[in-house]
């Protein structure tokens, strides 16, 4: 067997449009997921009883269904409820509902692990109960979640090769087309993996130099 990148190097265009689309699902969800799971905790500690119900119910649902299963949910099953989506949409929208259940309970645990006393103490300065969250508790639970958040977002970066079974235009499709056509699995999975090892191991260099960042902001325990 001889190992030739040409077929690769031939569809160098598709190959960079591929990246942008699978780059563009990962931050764009990311930040959906972020978005969405900061809220989502923010009800399940602060919403009334039947709000809590139903946001634990969703986390439950999607934390314990694989991806790949809800995306088929989404993609497929969807019309049947009047949601029809484009494979892009769609994969977008899933990697956005999966990852706010796991963000959700990454900030329910910063939450938890904030201090009882400074609390206390901010209600002993006349703060009000949203001066408290956006001012005392959202700084300190970023600085606790910052390591798992990190975590989660490289999960998630992974998780968008899953989108190539909806036929969403992302890399690993590309590649898995390259495959088939050309007899190249062996280079297009080789490119594959490279491609997320190195953007893997550069989310994680961004999140350690956060971390350094922010290490100087502590704050005592009581």
């Known amino acids: 067997m001889i190992i030739d990148f040409t077929h690769i190097i031939e569809q160098l265009p598709e190959l960079v449009r591929s990246i942008g689309v699978t780059l563009a699902i990962w931050l764009v969800g990311t930040v959906g997921a972020v978005v969405l799971g900061f809220f989502v905790a923010l ?18 649902l999607i934390r314990g269904t694989p991806f790949l299963v809800q995306l088929f949910l989404l993609y497929y099953g969807g019309p049947f409820i009047g949601i029809s989506l484009d494979p892009l949409p769609a994969g977008l ?3 956005t509902v999966y990852g706010a259940a796991y963000f959700s309970e990454i900030f329910r645990a910063g939450f938890d692990a904030i201090p009882r006393g400074h609390v206390e ?3 002993c300065l006349g703060l009000t109960r949203l001066q408290i969250i956006f001012r005392i508790e959202v700084p300190e639970m970023t600085m606790l979640v910052l390591p798992p958040a990190v975590n989660m977002t490289v999960i998630l970066l992974k998780e968008t090769a899953v989108l190539s079974i909806i036929t969403v235009p992302e890399l690993t499709f590309l590649m898995q087309a390259i495959g088939s056509q050309q007899y190249a699995f ?6 594959l993996a490279c491609f997320y090892w190195a953007m893997v191991s550069f989310t994680g260099r961004i999140g350690k130099a956060l971390e ?3 290490s100087k902001f502590t704050f005592a325990h009581t």
Do not use: I, S, T
Not at 45 to 60: A, Q
Not at 186 to 191: I, L
């Open 121 to 123: 103490a901010a209600q």
């Open 186 to 191: 062996v280079e297009a999975m080789a490119v």
């Open 43 to 60: 009800g399940l500690r602060f919403g009334p009883r039947l709000v809590r119900w139903v946001l634990y119910f969703y986390v439950e």
């Open 93 to 95: 929208l899933g990697v």
């Open 212 to 214: 350094q960042r922010l």
